[in-house]
């Protein structure tokens, strides 16, 4: 059986410490923690859909390549993100669908899987469907799709954010004092949250 699934944040001050964590801040939970066998990241973006009649505002997330693996989810058909889809920003233009937007935009077609969809302006190769019954992460919302985290600076954002310093940076991948992605963790066999959190501390 596979660990239990842990939420990571990172705390913004004493009386807020359950906030949103950066990108970089990821890819050291994610290289440093070894009581975790896996460390999935995302956040709540909002985008356009160019349909045959009014553009749509679809809500979804951006992911890390792992996010289904990690929450233990199967896509219903196609595929879900492979290794190096995250990297360069705007290098993985493809997305999987939620069952409903993919029953909505497609009538439930297999032939749904190759073809595009236009997403704020963009064209993306639709890779997979998600089940029916799942809806993503976002508290209270259900995401009609999902990018890479690569994709996300051409989304507007609508997740839980926080600036801590001037960061140089000129992306939300590559600026550490930007906090957006809400993280998961899931406990390697015979790991304990204790054993994680001092990791983490460290």
Not at 45 to 62: C, H, K, Y
Not at 108 to 133: D, M, N, Q
Not at 135 to 152: E, H, K, N
Request: proline share 5%; charged share 20%; aromatic share 10%.
């Amino acid at each position: 059986s596979r660990g239990t699934l842990v939420e990571l944040y990172t705390g913004l001050r004493s009386d807020f410490p359950q906030m949103t964590t950066s990108y970089p801040d990821y890819l050291d939970i994610r290289a440093g923690v070894s009581a975790f066998d896996g460390v999935a990241g995302s956040g709540y973006v909002r985008g356009i859909l160019s349909a045959d009649t009014q553009p749509q505002l679809v809500m979804g997330e951006a992911v890390t390549p792992n996010y289904f693996d990690v929450l233990g989810i199967a896509v219903a058909r196609g595929r879900g993100f492979g290794a190096g889809e995250d990297t360069p920003p705007m290098a993985a233009p493809v997305v999987v669908l939620s069952h409903g937007l993919w029953q909505r935009r497609f009538g439930a077609s297999a032939e749904a899987i190759g073809s595009f969809i236009r997403l704020s302006g963009h064209e993306y190769t639709i890779i997979g469907v998600a089940p029916a019954e799942f809806t993503g992460t976002i508290p209270g919302l259900r995401a009609d799709f999902w990018v890479p985290v690569a994709m996300v600076d051409r989304f507007v954002f609508g997740g839980i954010q926080a600036n801590v310093d001037a960061d140089p940076g000129t992306t939300r991948l590559d600026r550490r004092g930007t906090r957006w992605m809400f993280v998961k963790g899931r406990l390697a066999e015979g790991h304990t949250i204790a054993e994680a959190r001092a990791q983490l501390d460290a």
